[in-house]
């Protein structure tokens, strides 16, 4: 099967907007149909938050129109501060069955997923991080397998595991040639949430 999504860059007072549609057009009105929603940086770009179509919490519009939240990425800065040293939380509303995941409306700042999640309040939502990195003593360098779905060293390279068992991959982006990446999504990830949370590596500037 194949997906398209496209993606559309926006910034104002330093905070950084990607736009996602399943088409090109007039994608930054989010009343256009083919809008799905947007990725949103905070002004340090370490906290991503990925939303749906809808309205901001801010403008006074009733629960009932406001946009949900999808997953949102917060960046562990290294002693280094290099984006490969960098740890990643990638959170999740928590599934309610197999199908369906708790509905994420942040009615006030408090209720967004990463400000529960720095409280400690991770009892609706599901919590992954990335893998990472292996010395590896024939190349005298760090690595991470990625069993020939990454055939081109990248710092966008990903894999995300759950904090339990680092030995299983739910979600990664390899990089095969120039402009071409291989997108492998997993159980409980949507395609959305998988898309919003890989174009955070080409974004983060760290």
Sequence with gaps: FFFFFFFFFQAEDGIRDFCLSRGLGDVYKRQAPACLGKLRSNFQETEFDLFGVGENFEKGFPVEQLREQHAAVVYNLGVNEVKSDNKMDILIPKLVNENETCCWKPTSKADNLIER?????????????????????????????????????SINNLQVVAPHDNAKVVLQLGKAKDNYYYLDVGYPFSLYQAFGICLVTFDFNC
């Excluded at 990335?130 to 024939?138: A, C, E, Y």
């Design 117 to 153: 999640f720095k409280l400690n309040q991770k009892d609706n939502m599901l919590c992954f991080t990335n893998k990472r990195l292996l010395w590896n003593f024939q190349k005298n360098g760090f690595t991470v397998d990625f069993e020939a779905r990454a055939t081109v060293p």
